[in-house]
């Protein structure tokens, strides 16, 4: 707290603060807050678009260095922002269920293991996953939303492995009609995220991971409005066409499909870190 005091004095003395800009400043603060509901959280975005939310998720989960890696241990996966679109309603699915109902979006699969940083696999790992539509809403973003969709929750086997089917994410505009909007705005800035999909792995003994994966070639990967995208976490996704193969993933009818296989690597840490969010 001295130090946010000192900064923020200094901050209004460098800039000569006027009266009307600390009652703009006061205004903006004041309608972000009642911006905010159970299902949006306009002041993780907030932070989210000043790279503040980047800022504290790396000094808090810095990435596996070489050095680091000269045991022979795996890179553990790289955290990323939480964004403001996390529920804790997500369904229970069970291993190669779908996450999405019908038509929202084209088929991926997702599948791999959870291993820890020996590369041993971390048997019933809690997996929450969210995402966006072909539309590229989620779904706390639809006035009608009667149940959570393309979100679910569901648990590594004793092996350590997971799998699931989604829809293909898509880019997408973070929310432009409250004050955050307005400010990307008058800073001339976009709102577009590429696109991902969202996930946050816990187990026991070992360090909670908020994570996403983005699609390799999209358009926002370099300049991300909320500065999440970091190069460990762009992954590919396969085309897969042959039925059989969809058949095996409970793809319906055949159709084809993306596949994206990857393996998560947790840290050995505090099992019983608490989500620090206000939703």
Same mark, same amino acid.
């Given at each position: 707290?001295?130090? &946010?005091?000192?900064?923020?004095?200094?901050?209004?003395?460098?800039?000569?603060?006027?009266?009307?800009?600390?009652?703009?400043?006061?205004?903006?603060?004041?309608?972000?807050?009642?911006?905010?509901?159970?299902?949006?959280?306009?002041?993780?975005? &907030?932070?989210?678009?000043?790279?503040?939310?980047?800022?504290?998720?790396?000094?808090?989960?810095?990435?596996?260095?070489?050095?680091?890696?000269?045991?022979?241990?795996?890179?553990?996966?790289?955290?990323? *922002?939480?964004?403001?679109?996390?529920?804790?309603?997500?369904?229970?699915?069970?291993?190669?269920?779908?996450? #999405?109902?019908?038509?929202?979006?084209?088929?991926?699969? *997702?599948?791999?293991?959870?291993?820890?940083?020996?590369?041993?696999?971390?048997?019933?790992?809690?997996?929450?996953?969210?995402?966006?539509?072909?539309?590229?809403?989620?779904?706390?973003?639809?006035?009608?939303?009667?149940?959570?969709?393309?979100?679910?929750?569901?648990?590594?086997? #004793?092996?350590?492995?997971?799998?699931?089917?989604? =829809? *293909?994410?898509?880019?997408?505009?973070?929310?432009?009609?409250?004050? =955050?909007?307005?400010?990307?705005? #008058?800073?001339?800035?976009?709102?577009?995220?590429?696109?991902?999909?969202?996930?946050?792995?816990?187990?026991?003994?070992?360090?909670?991971? =908020?994570? #996403?994966?983005?699609?390799?070639?999209?358009?926002?990967?370099?300049?991300?409005?909320?500065?999440?995208?970091?190069?460990?976490?762009?992954?590919?996704?396969?085309?897969?066409?042959?039925?059989?193969?969809?058949?095996?993933?409970?793809?319906?009818?055949?159709?084809?499909?993306? &596949?994206?296989?990857?393996?998560? *690597? &947790?840290?050995?840490?505090?099992?019983?870190?608490?989500?620090?969010?206000?939703?």
């Amino acid at each position: 707290m001295d130090k &946010l005091v000192e900064h923020l004095h200094a901050f209004a003395r460098e800039t000569s603060l006027t009266t009307a800009e600390w009652q703009s400043t006061i205004k903006f603060l004041t309608r972000t807050g009642q911006t905010c509901t159970p299902l949006r959280q306009e002041f993780i975005l &907030l932070s989210d678009v000043l790279g503040l939310s980047a800022v504290v998720d790396n000094l808090n989960h810095p990435s596996d260095d070489a050095k680091s890696m000269s045991d022979g241990k795996l890179r553990a996966t790289d955290h990323t *922002v939480l964004g403001p679109f996390f529920t804790e309603d997500a369904a229970d699915v069970l291993l190669g269920e779908s996450i #999405a109902s019908e038509g929202k979006g084209e088929y991926l699969f *997702v599948e791999g293991r959870v291993l820890d940083t020996d590369g041993k696999p971390v048997p019933d790992a809690a997996i929450e996953t969210w995402e966006t539509d072909e539309n590229g809403f989620y779904d706390t973003q639809y006035a009608d939303r009667e149940h959570p969709d393309c979100r679910g929750r569901l648990r590594s086997d #004793a092996e350590g492995r997971y799998s699931f089917r989604a =829809v *293909v994410p898509v880019p997408y505009p973070i929310p432009g009609d409250g004050p =955050v909007g307005e400010l990307l705005l #008058a800073l001339n800035r976009h709102n577009m995220r590429p696109a991902h999909i969202h996930f946050m792995v816990t187990a026991p003994k070992m360090e909670k991971l =908020v994570t #996403a994966f983005y699609p390799e070639g999209d358009t926002y990967l370099t300049n991300d409005a909320v500065f999440g995208v970091k190069r460990s976490l762009v992954v590919h996704f396969g085309d897969i066409s042959d039925p059989a193969e969809g058949q095996k993933r409970g793809i319906p009818d055949g159709k084809p499909f993306k &596949l994206l296989q990857f393996d998560i *690597v &947790l840290k050995e840490g505090d099992a019983d870190e608490k989500l620090q969010s206000s939703l």
